[in-house]
């Protein structure tokens, strides 16, 4: 079987989820069940008396959204193809095995087919008598005006909901809680990436985005969707300042706030330069009179191997902090946090 | 001030490990301080009654070596320029914030720069009455047939000695103790790499190594040394059983053995791929009535944007599955690790 692209480290394309599927489950097997082909659970999941929390999409974000899997984080995931929704049957079971009676809570990206395909389930679900709600992250400024944010792609501050909801969860709050706290934490999220080489898709070898040599794009979404321009790749400094400054600009974050930094690497952006970001985003924010509550600079939701990386901000209140502090066992969200 | 070359997020390459280092402590001010230019410890060292343990190499390879810092992990690490060793004064320094009254244990790479100056260091600490001993960490067996295993190079198994030396210190083990259970873990720990596709060196803007479109290179070193062939790149499959097997013989690792698995990506591999070898590893090891302890899948050394990934087996006995077991609160060692 030859390997249909020289790209990177797979089998036959056609098999490349199952295959994911396997290793993932094989490899945290103490914590993660897998109940259908396309559907991945906490191994304890469904918990009595606990709302559950799902999410999915499609797969090459590694370690979204299954490594978000685990005690006060997500209860279960469905997985998609490479950058496609996950279908309606395996929504449907990650919904059912996350249930523990108190409904469950989708925390979603803003994306058509996931709506979509999240809907559908949702209906078969609550045909079942299962209570669902749902999120949808849209925390990408990028991609849409303010007076649009309904139209907002999800990408990184997905990670910050699941973290929330996963702890209010925890902590016995109500579905309705827990949408009304996730929303507001939601509108107080806030991105902007960067980027300037694709990653290349497994199916078919091509490039998920063009850029001219020495280019970059502004505002990249998680899937390469164009940003908002592209301009000659400049330094570390000046794009991190750029990117910081429109998302402090969106909500606006003030003077005397609080805010959570998370620094997500795309796939081949090294912690080299994700740490050199870091030291101007701390720069700039002591500067502007906000303050760091916590920071979680890694690779958190990536774009396979695109090189690139994205800064959120979370403002948060004692409420938020409190959940953010709540213990986290999920696989990939112990990775480089810190309280500072 | 332009970026010199376009492959990475950086400012004046002259200023980028200040930079680096500047934003590591700032990210993690709680549990890191820096104690010279290019040395950074453990917030609480040196601490009394504790050996100290120490490691150091050249730049470039985050979460290595400062993300191991922590409780259970590092007291200390000497920071070098991309791909150098660090120099003696700095060495020294990280040395002495090390010392709590019963000697420190180095942990070093295999690699001629860096042995000759922790030796000199460890001299200069000497004078002081400071006691220093050291390991010299050689996993990889692609650099030198097994007569010659002093000529071997240290990878990613420089992270598991790394936590075994953390652990036994925090358990109150003498320096002799300590040095001749990591020379013995280290003789059952074996590393075999790949790579297709090489960093970009910040200084000059040149690869790390040059390979034809589709060739890899197996038994790649951590800096694009050569390995053992040049192959056309194949299935993950194929690539990850001719890994395997290498390690599996050089011991020899045998049926009814224990072994903890690491599986490490060097930089723009993705955990998609690293989850598919893991599943070949796993299904090999069963078939060969291995047992696996332990997982780890990430990336915890990397050569910056380089692509490929590396094996590592270490044979475990019921002391060395103790010191695994126990907690390790080093930035970087929390992420993606796994009792199976």
Redesign the interface.
């Given at each position: 079987?030859?390997?249909p692209n020289?790209e990177?480290?797979?089998?036959?394309p056609d098999d490349?989820i199952e295959?994911?599927i396997?290793?993932?489950v094989?490899?945290?097997?103490?914590?993660i069940k897998q109940v259908s082909k396309r559907a991945v659970a906490r191994k304890e999941a469904p918990i009595d008396g606990k709302v559950g929390v799902v999410s999915g999409g499609g797969?090459?974000h590694?370690?979204a959204f299954m490594?978000y899997i685990g005690e006060g984080c997500l209860d279960s995931v469905a997985v998609g193809d490479i950058f496609s929704s996950p279908s309606v049957d395996h929504i449907y079971e990650a919904i059912k095995a996350a249930d523990g009676g108190k409904g469950v809570l989708c925390c979603i990206g803003n994306f058509t087919g996931d709506i979509m395909n999240f809907e559908m389930a949702a209906e078969m679900a609550e045909e079942d008598g299962i209570e669902v709600d749902t999120v949808i992250i849209n925390d990408d400024v990028a991609s849409a005006p303010k007076d649009k944010m309904e139209n907002r792609r999800g990408v990184a501050g997905e990670v910050i909901i699941w973290k929330l909801a996963g702890a209010m969860a925890e902590r016995g709050y109500s579905l309705s809680e827990m949408k009304e706290i996730a929303d507001q934490a939601l509108y107080n999220t806030r991105s902007m990436g960067?980027a300037?080489k694709p990653c290349i898709m497994p199916t078919n070898g091509e490039p998920s985005f063009e850029l001219d040599?020495?280019e970059m794009e502004i505002g990249v979404g998680h899937h390469g969707e164009p940003g908002i321009r592209k301009a000659e790749?400049?330094?570390?400094?000046e794009?991190t300042e750029e990117l910081l400054n429109i998302v402090l600009e969106d909500l606006p974050y003030q003077e005397g706030d609080e805010v959570v930094v998370l620094i997500n690497g795309l796939?081949?952006?090294?912690?080299?330069?994700?740490?050199?970001?870091?030291?101007k985003v701390?720069n700039m924010l002591e500067e502007e009179g906000i303050d760091i509550a916590k920071?979680y600079?890694?690779?958190f939701f990536?774009s396979?191997?695109m090189?690139g990386?994205s800064i959120t901000l979370t403002k948060v209140d004692d409420e938020l902090k409190k959940l953010f502090a709540d213990p986290c066992d999920a696989?990939?969200f112990?990775?480089?946090q810190?309280?500072?």
């Amino acid at each position: 079987m030859p390997n249909p692209n020289y790209e990177k480290y797979l089998n036959d394309p056609d098999d490349l989820i199952e295959e994911m599927i396997d290793g993932f489950v094989k490899s945290h097997q103490k914590k993660i069940k897998q109940v259908s082909k396309r559907a991945v659970a906490r191994k304890e999941a469904p918990i009595d008396g606990k709302v559950g929390v799902v999410s999915g999409g499609g797969s090459g974000h590694l370690p979204a959204f299954m490594g978000y899997i685990g005690e006060g984080c997500l209860d279960s995931v469905a997985v998609g193809d490479i950058f496609s929704s996950p279908s309606v049957d395996h929504i449907y079971e990650a919904i059912k095995a996350a249930d523990g009676g108190k409904g469950v809570l989708c925390c979603i990206g803003n994306f058509t087919g996931d709506i979509m395909n999240f809907e559908m389930a949702a209906e078969m679900a609550e045909e079942d008598g299962i209570e669902v709600d749902t999120v949808i992250i849209n925390d990408d400024v990028a991609s849409a005006p303010k007076d649009k944010m309904e139209n907002r792609r999800g990408v990184a501050g997905e990670v910050i909901i699941w973290k929330l909801a996963g702890a209010m969860a925890e902590r016995g709050y109500s579905l309705s809680e827990m949408k009304e706290i996730a929303d507001q934490a939601l509108y107080n999220t806030r991105s902007m990436g960067v980027a300037h080489k694709p990653c290349i898709m497994p199916t078919n070898g091509e490039p998920s985005f063009e850029l001219d040599e020495g280019e970059m794009e502004i505002g990249v979404g998680h899937h390469g969707e164009p940003g908002i321009r592209k301009a000659e790749m400049t330094t570390n400094d000046e794009i991190t300042e750029e990117l910081l400054n429109i998302v402090l600009e969106d909500l606006p974050y003030q003077e005397g706030d609080e805010v959570v930094v998370l620094i997500n690497g795309l796939g081949a952006t090294s912690p080299l330069e994700m740490y050199i970001s870091y030291r101007k985003v701390y720069n700039m924010l002591e500067e502007e009179g906000i303050d760091i509550a916590k920071n979680y600079i890694g690779e958190f939701f990536t774009s396979q191997e695109m090189a690139g990386y994205s800064i959120t901000l979370t403002k948060v209140d004692d409420e938020l902090k409190k959940l953010f502090a709540d213990p986290c066992d999920a696989v990939s969200f112990k990775q480089m946090q810190e309280d500072i």
